[in-house]
C-alpha cells in the first residue's frame, strides 16, 4: 500500500518476495519507485512505471539499509558485509564503496547510512561503530586523511549503531545505538558525546 495525505492505495502483493526472501530489512521511494530490501538477501524495485512491476537489482546479500540522497539523485544500500552500494537512476547502475577499501581493520555490517550537508557519509555499523567519510562525493581513494573512524574508544556508547538524525536546532547529528545512553556528535568540536539518562 502507499499512503498520501491520508489515502491507503493498493499496490503490490509481495507476499510471494517475502517468502523468497525473507524479512524485509528497509524500504525507500525514489520518486514514485518503492525499493525493498530484505536482511537475508536481496533488492527489489517496484517500477512505477510499469504498474508497480517486480525488478531485481544486482545485490546478492542481506541489505540493512537505504536511503535516497537528498542533494544528488543517488540511492544508497547499505549491506550485510558487502559495503554500501550507490545506486544511480543512470538505468539503476550499481557502484560501491566496499569495507576493504576503506583503512579500517574490522568489516561489519552496514545498519544505517546517513549524508549531512557537508558532503559527510556516515555508515553505522553492528558491532564497529562509525565510519565518516568526507567529501564522498569527489572521493576516489579512500584513506585517513577523508575517512574517520568512531568507536566506543571514541566516545560512542556503544559499537553497534541504528540510526543518524540531524538536530533541528544545533549542529548536532543525533546518534542511535545499543548503548545505555543517546549519542551525538558535535560538529563545532568533532567529538562524539553521550547524554545519560540519570533516573
Sequence with gaps: FIIKE??????????????EHGIIGAIV????DIFIGFRTNGLIRLNSEKNYEIEK??????VFSLLKDDSQDILWVGTDGQ???CC???QYVFNGIHLEELPIKEHKPVRAI???HYYHLWLGTKGNGIIKIENYENAS???QENVEHFTVASGLSDNTVYAFRMSRYSPILWIGSNGPGLDYYSYDDKKIHTLKNNT
Design 6 to 19: 491520508d489515502e491507503k492505495t493498493y499496490v503490490k502483493n509481495i507476499r510471494p518476495e517475502i517468502i
Design 114 to 116: 546517513y549524508n549531512d
Design 29 to 32: 521511494y525514489d520518486d514514485n
Design 83 to 85: 559495503g554500501v552500494y
Design 141 to 143: 581513494q579512500y584513506n
Design 57 to 62: 537489482m544486482p545485490v546478492s546479500c542481506g
Design 88 to 90: 544511480t537512476k543512470d
